[in-house]
């Protein structure tokens, strides 16, 4: 991560010209999540846009925002603490609330969507409302003391590695139903859904037969759950599909994409 000494993430200065080219990722980007739902019979508004701002500073964040951006995703820990409290400070004068705030009404919900070592979830708790990318049981007990520690209720989403792709994480998807349930019954944590990553290919059937497999382990998982609580458990989220498919996820029952360059452009850094 040595572009963190090359790029100052607490930069709340954007440039008119940045912060347009910004503006119009977003809106272009909202355009499509509307023709896809219109086109595979998704309700309007049904899928939420979640920003994916590894490597951008908060300026760039905050250009985001101003252009209707309503959902925040961070790849590592060390940019949710380098960027967030100075976040809050610009979000707030626009009267919002980014992460673990509630001061505010009008809520930036902070997700973190990338891998989280267990020595670093006591930095991200206090901030980010959700870990996208929890693997498996024992990484979300971990998550469950501490969140109990510090008297918190996390949302949590269960990581599952519907390519097979050695490359990525998560659990295994024969494994998925019964490590959700699991993670259900934890303190301090509200399982929110289920994440993913497409397959790496261009292939719109492969991709879209791995964004259908979550769905249906999601399905199995809520028919259990409305079981388990009288049919008062909440409806699991699917968050699946990036900037290039996007559109198959939304096809396949997606609820919350996850998109970046199609946003901000390419990235500078890896």
Not at 177 to 200: C, H, K, Q, V, Y
């Amino acid at each position: 991560m040595a572009y963190m000494t090359q790029k100052d993430l607490a930069n709340t200065e954007v440039d008119c010209v940045r912060a347009r080219q910004i503006a119009d990722g977003v809106h272009s980007v909202q355009d499509a999540i509307a023709q896809a739902e219109s086109r595979y019979g998704r309700k309007a508004g049904s899928v939420t846009l979640l920003a994916a701002t590894k490597t951008r500073d908060v300026g760039e964040i905050m250009a985001a925002l101003r252009a209707g951006v309503r959902v925040i995703g961070e790849n590592r820990p060390q940019e949710i603490v380098a960027k967030t409290e100075i976040l809050r400070k610009e979000a707030a004068r626009k009267n919002l609330s980014v992460g673990v705030n509630g001061s505010i009404n009008n809520e930036i919900p902070l997700y973190l969507i990338g891998q989280l070592q267990s020595n670093k979830i006591n930095k991200v708790l206090p901030l980010a409302n959700g870990i996208q990318s929890v693997d498996g049981i024992n990484l979300a007990q971990k998550i469950s003391a501490r969140a109990q520690t510090l008297g918190l209720c996390t949302d949590v989403m269960l990581e599952v590695n519907v390519s097979g792709e050695s490359t990525k994480s998560g659990c295994a998807p024969e494994r998925a139903i019964d490590e959700a349930l699991a993670i259900s019954s934890l303190p301090a944590l509200n399982l929110r859904g289920f994440m993913t990553l497409g397959a790496r290919v261009n292939d719109e059937k492969i991709v879209r037969s791995g964004f259908a497999a979550l769905r249906e382990i999601r399905d199995c998982v809520s028919k259990q759950l409305a079981q388990d609580y009288d049919g008062n458990s909440a409806k699991l989220e699917l968050s699946m599909g990036m900037s290039g498919d996007f559109a198959w996820a939304i096809a396949e029952g997606s609820t919350m994409v996850r998109i970046g360059s199609a946003i901000f452009g390419p990235r500078a850094f890896v």
